[in-house]
């Protein structure tokens, strides 16, 4: 059964860091590209930033292009976001998923995990 | 930049009602890269159309997808009450982008 268990969010003040992961269980986790997508409260999804088996294609939104940073460690089996210079609009609540395919871009998200909740005030 | 749209906003509609529910693209989408995913209050988004027009392991026969282009539908035949929630369409290129999603509630 394929998990997807995040964790790390929490209340940090405007400017801050705050690193998040997702450990990953039930499938070969580096024959896959992994995404992080957040969902403000009451609204809709966004994807972040997606990362592929090997690292080697990397993506991320407009939004927070400079001041997120996805990785993975395949010998983990985890997924990492790294957020620097939080702000207020990305209070959310992030979202691990799995790509079908090898390379972000080239496949759905078939697996979520249950998300982990940032929240970025003072 | 590709903009999604989906309509309606919201869809109110009884327990065997046929949905149909619309994903518009402000520019062509290969339906290789077009998804649908149904998401529910306090769970994650759950997928069940992929390539537009396939459905996800698991995900009943009355859920179908349909399109090509700007276009594309999801259809579900004969909604059942575990039905009602929000559906998001996705393209998931190289920019993956979601539309804004279509509440479906019980009338």
């Known amino acids: 059964e394929v998990q997807l268990v995040e964790s790390g969010g929490g209340l940090v003040q405007p400017g801050r860091s705050l690193r998040l992961s997702c450990a990953a269980s039930g499938f070969t986790f580096d024959d896959y590209a992994m995404h992080w997508v957040r969902q403000a409260p009451g609204k809709g999804l966004e994807w972040v930033s997606g990362i592929s088996w090997n690292s080697g294609s990397i993506g991320y939104a407009d939004s927070v292009k400079g001041r997120f940073t996805i990785s993975r460690d395949n010998a983990k089996n985890s997924l990492y976001l790294q957020m620097n210079s939080l702000r207020a609009e990305d209070t959310a609540l992030y979202y691990c998923?799995?790509?079908?395919?090898?390379?972000?871009?080239?496949?759905?998200?078939?697996?979520w995990g249950q998300g982990t909740l940032v929240t970025v005030s003072s | 930049e590709i903009v999604l749209t989906q309509s309606p906003g919201t869809l109110s509609l009884s327990p065997g009602e046929r949905a149909t529910l619309s994903c518009r693209a402000s520019?062509?989408?290969?339906?290789?890269?077009l998804a649908w995913y149904q998401q529910k209050p306090g769970q994650a988004p759950r997928l069940l159309i992929y390539?537009?027009?396939s459905r996800a392991t698991g995900i009943p026969d009355r859920f179908s997808g349909s399109g090509s282009g700007t276009d594309f539908t999801l259809t579900i035949s004969r909604l059942e009450p575990e039905d009602f929630a929000v559906y998001y369409c996705?393209?998931?290129?190289?920019?993956?982008?979601f539309g804004p999603g279509t509440k479906v509630d019980i009338k």
């Open positions: 390539g537009a027009s």
């Open positions: 998923a799995k790509d079908s395919a090898s390379y972000y871009g080239e496949g759905e998200f078939d697996y």
């Open positions: 520019q062509s989408v290969s339906s290789s890269y």
């Open positions: 996705q393209q998931y290129g190289s920019s993956p982008l």
